[in-house]
């Protein structure tokens, strides 16, 4: 193998890992802005204190991590397709 084939498949791993963390953080974002119409003080006895606030960034997270999961799984499920026909 040459020198060019390492360079291609590096800059092609590092492109993926790059959109991994973009489509990751935005979808953070999206789920930060949607939890916001979320009432928490039902179920949190004082939803603006600091513990209040982080759990709302933790649930966040962890909803970004799955919306962002499916997108990428889709992604490449879709890429598998272009390259079956």
Not at 26 to 33: D, G, P, Y
Not at 56 to 72: K, R
Request: overall charge positive; hydrophobic content about 50%; charged content about 15%.
């Amino acid at each position: 193998m040459d020198q060019r084939f390492y360079d291609e498949l590096s800059s092609s791993i590092g492109t993926s890992g790059l959109v991994s963390m973009i489509v990751s953080l935005f979808c953070v974002a999206i789920s930060w802005w949607a939890l916001q119409n979320l009432k928490l003080d039902l179920v949190i006895r004082y939803p603006k204190s600091p513990q209040g606030r982080l759990l709302h960034l933790l649930l966040a997270i962890v909803l970004g991590h799955f919306v962002a999961g499916f997108l990428l799984d889709y992604l490449g499920w879709s890429g598998q397709i272009r390259n079956m026909f």
